[in-house]
């Protein structure tokens, strides 16, 4: 027979680990909470409004709104034109040298600029303009073509042939089956919405 203090023991022990895995979930929690408002407080210390100039003249030159392509940049580099991408993109639009920059320099005759040369903004807001208009043209008869150019731009024309609607006038986002381009094309919209609604006089 178990003395009458050994029980009480093991029973203290068990509540005394099931109160440490409590306090670390909830540290953990806090810490997931607090991570996530660390994204949003840098969001709202971005200044959205650089490069207005540029991003205009290259929207005009490409028939893209002014609005997209700065929701475009947002998502991308937070207006940082000498950011960097895990695969290689290179700033404010963060353009592919291998992809987007190496149609565009074939197509124009043009050398392939370097990685350095494609921080500057009104280059890299200029191929990355040309490349999403080309992709609003072939998506032009959906009522969601900027949807599937995003989805495009992101990942590429083949999956965005996959994802377009059966209709042209059927929803797009809900089709993407990779989470991440979903969320991407998700969150650009709802910033183009805004920088919309923001414009209104």
Known sequence: MVPESD???????????????????LVLAILCLTGLEQLALRDLLVDDTRFSGEIAAAAARHGLPPALVRAVVFQESRFD??????????????????GAVAD????????????????DPELNL?????YLARAVAKWRNYSQRYELALAQYNAGGSRAEQWKPARLDGGVIDRITIASTREYVDKIMKRYRKYLDESKP
């Open 7 to 25: 029980a009480v023991m093991r029973r203290c022990g068990r509540w005394c680990s099931l109160g440490i895995r409590l306090a670390a979930l």
């Open 126 to 130: 200029e191929i990355g303009c040309w």
């Open 81 to 98: 034109p000498a950011a960097r991408g895990s695969k290689g993109e290179v700033g404010l639009m963060q353009v592919l040298p291998r």
């Open 104 to 119: 565009w320099s074939r197509i124009h005759k043009h050398p392939v600029p370097s990685a350095a040369a494609l921080c």
